[in-house]
């Protein structure tokens, strides 16, 4: 089925650790990005991209990197997990950014101990 | 910078009465998207307005976009209790030559059968 794919669904790391959390679209979409969602605090941006090879920060970049080879592909990074990251992100796509409703993955629920 | 505030922020109603939630941004906005969340569930996206003053129609659903396109409502008549979910809405804003969505922090609604 077309869509927005993630990859794990869950997840639990202790402080410190490193993992990538996949994110691929079988859409053609240029636009492709992350949120991670909190109790009370809605969807915040981490990390966007526009296209293969352009990447640019969101709202709450810190702690996250992310690279885009591919069209279909935007792993975000998590370098050294620390507890504040405990979160669900979701990857998000759109033909084009803010003009075009977002498809979204399932998301992935991480705990950081 | 651009918020965009949603109110209110819980919403408890029996089934067949009617709900509203409203969204006000700070800027004008070329467009406003709104999205649904089932609980544990993912953001889905509903419908996009685009017009000053435009007001569309999904069944038992009612969005209007501000004459000033700086604030939207979405009305659902007579609800049921599979309308139960978080409701978002979301707007572009430019930043840096390109633009990214940002979402409300959402009424979560719920319904008592």
């Known amino acids: 089925n077309a869509g927005v794919t993630q990859t794990p669904k869950f997840q639990v790391l202790k402080t410190g650790q490193s993992m990538t959390l996949q994110c691929a679209q079988d859409?053609?979409?240029?636009?492709m990005s992350w949120y991670r969602q909190d109790p009370g605090m809605g969807l915040r941006l981490i990390h966007y991209s526009v296209g293969a090879g352009i990447t640019d920060q969101g709202e709450v970049p810190n702690g996250y990197n992310v690279s885009r080879s591919t069209t279909e592909d935007f792993p975000l990074r998590l370098l050294s997990a620390a507890p504040s990251q405990t979160s669900v992100y979701f990857c998000?796509?759109?033909?084009?950014?803010?003009?075009?409703?977002?498809?979204f993955g399932s998301g992935t629920r991480l705990t950081v101990v | 910078g651009q918020q965009v505030m949603q109110i209110p922020q819980y919403q408890h109603v029996q089934e067949g009465e009617d709900f509203t939630t409203y969204c006000n941004s700070s800027t004008t906005l070329s467009n406003i998207q709104w999205y649904k969340q089932r609980p544990g569930g993912h953001p889905v996206f509903l419908i996009q307005?685009?017009?000053?003053?435009e007001v569309k129609k999904q069944k038992r659903l009612t969005f209007q976009f501000g004459e000033a396109k700086k604030n939207s409502s979405l009305h659902i008549t007579a609800t049921q209790t599979t309308d139960v979910g978080t409701y978002f809405c979301a707007g572009p804003r430019t930043q840096g030559g390109s633009e990214k969505l940002v979402f409300g922090k959402g009424t979560k609604l719920t319904v008592n059968p």
């Open positions: 307005l685009v017009k000053s003053g």
């Open positions: 998000a796509s759109s033909y084009l950014q803010g003009n075009y409703g977002y498809t």
């Open positions: 859409m053609n979409h240029e636009y």
